[in-house]
């Protein structure tokens, strides 16, 4: 498995895993709507997208990052918006390698933190967040925020 962060020109690769993040939080399938909001992260250089991809280079993950500054501190921080795993690709380490990609990226940019927001009843990713070491900060929502210092 290889983990990259993909450019502008590379939307194509995240779409589909990002369309079934999106139905994963219960909203419905729209390819249309998946592409045209990728393709406006990338173009505008409003994100950060990483992409897990198989042996074959086949892709099975990814996550995305939004920047989130701190005018007291004068850092930008990162939000760890999106992370998601295809279903047959799950229990094999790969949420926790795009989320260490992540922490790695957020520590080479200076940031002081990462945080996170995930269902209140999503008790897998609640547990590899802990085990990470992301502290849970808050409830808003039914969603609850995690932080981590890097």
């Known amino acids: 498995m290889t983990i990259r962060r993909i450019n502008t020109g590379e939307a194509e690769l995240v779409i589909n895993l990002f369309d079934k993040y999106r139905v994963f939080y219960k909203q ?5 709507l998946a592409k045209r909001f990728i393709n406006e992260r990338l173009n505008n ?3 950060v997208i990483f992409v897990a991809f198989d042996d074959a280079g086949v892709p099975v993950g990814f996550t995305q990052l939004y920047p989130k500054y701190s005018s007291a501190r004068a850092v930008k921080n990162w939000i760890l918006n999106d992370l998601f795993v295809e279903d047959t690709h799950r229990k094999q380490g ?3 390698q ?3 990609t992540a ?4 520590k080479q940019h200076e940031a002081k933190f990462i945080q996170l927001e995930t269902a209140n009843d999503n008790y897998t990713a609640q547990s ?3 085990a990470i070491g992301f502290i849970q900060q808050d409830v808003d929502d039914g969603f609850l925020l995690f932080k981590i210092a890097i």
Do not use: H, R, T
């Open 28 to 32: 419905v399938s729209d390819l249309a």
């Open 45 to 47: 250089n409003e994100s």
């Open 94 to 96: 790969i949420g926790q």
């Open 98 to 100: 795009l989320i260490n």
């Open 103 to 106: 922490i790695n990226f957020g």
């Open 128 to 130: 590899l967040y802990k």
